[in-house]
């Protein structure tokens, strides 16, 4: 079903950037790029998983994130009909996934400090531009939502983050 919902948006996307080109379209044709490469990693970082014991809790919060990402998908894809009046319909979905991947890790009872730190950063971030959003609506609210997302991207690459600094630290010391 994500397959099918990451395509679908893609194909609405690349119509209308291809036929009705907007600087707003091409960030919406970067966030969904960023959401594929979130998606992807993550699906394949819960290979690791499959040898514990996956309690219901851990499962309903994994349910949160799933329809977070369908609806995130549904909304940046109904953008070629209609254009969204506000941004935190995009912001405060990514606020709700934070909090369920958190709670993912509390429930698995398993501490990742680089995925905490990304965690935190996503929460941060969209609690931000939401209540730049709440204030006033722009493009930039939107620009600031691909920026945060390409910089988990990055980190979400670059996996050992929060150890990488925290060893410069004790090494200046």
Partial sequence: MMVFFVFTLADNLLKKLVFDFSIETLLYVLLWLCMVIHITLARTRGIDWSDREYP?????????????????????????????????YISAPYIVVSVAQFLWFVFMRSIDVPALFRITILFIGMVGVSISEMHCHSIYNLLLIVILMAVLVILRIWDKVPFEISKNINRNN
């Fill in 56 to 88: 219901l809790s851990a499962l309903i919060a994994d349910l949160f994130d799933v329809l977070c990402a369908i609806y995130l998908c549904s909304v940046i894809g109904g953008y070629k009909d209609a254009v969204l009046s506000s941004y935190l």
